[in-house]
């Protein structure tokens, strides 16, 4: 079970840092996802960082303001979001899957319930 914290609401330019935890199982294996929906758009992926620690930036709108990270010593993976915009208001969702990560979201197996971001103007 994946569970992710830090969500609220921050106004834009602000900072939050989103966390996923692992309860149940290690992360040590896992590449980890983390993905947004927008009201009424469909899910997209943000930022994937795989079992060794290669990340992939799926999404060009958070590059150079979202950085992923891990600490498997704690069985958790971060998204650090910067300059953050009202774009950016969404529930983020954090999602793995076995090593390596993937451009589709089916190829992860277990999901976080999701964590909402509210960004003002």
């Known amino acids: 079970q994946l569970v992710e914290s830090g969500g609220g609401l921050v106004q834009a330019g602000g900072s939050l840092r989103l966390s996923c935890a692992a309860s149940?199982?290690?992360?040590?294996?896992?590449?980890i996802g983390w993905f947004r929906q927008a009201p009424g758009k469909e899910r997209e992926g943000v930022s994937c960082i795989n079992s060794r620690g290669g990340i992939i930036n799926y999404a060009d709108s958070v590059k150079g303001r979202f950085t992923i990270s891990r600490d498997n010593a704690k069985n958790t993976v971060y998204l650090q979001m910067n300059s953050l915009k009202p774009e950016d208001t969404a529930v983020y969702y954090c999602?793995?899957?076995?090593?390596?990560?993937?451009?589709?979201?089916?190829?992860?197996?277990?999901w976080g319930q999701g964590t909402q971001i509210n960004v003002s103007t």
């Open positions: 999602a793995a899957k076995y090593a390596y990560c993937s451009v589709r979201e089916t190829d992860f197996g277990y």
């Open positions: 149940r199982f290690s992360l040590d294996y896992y590449a």
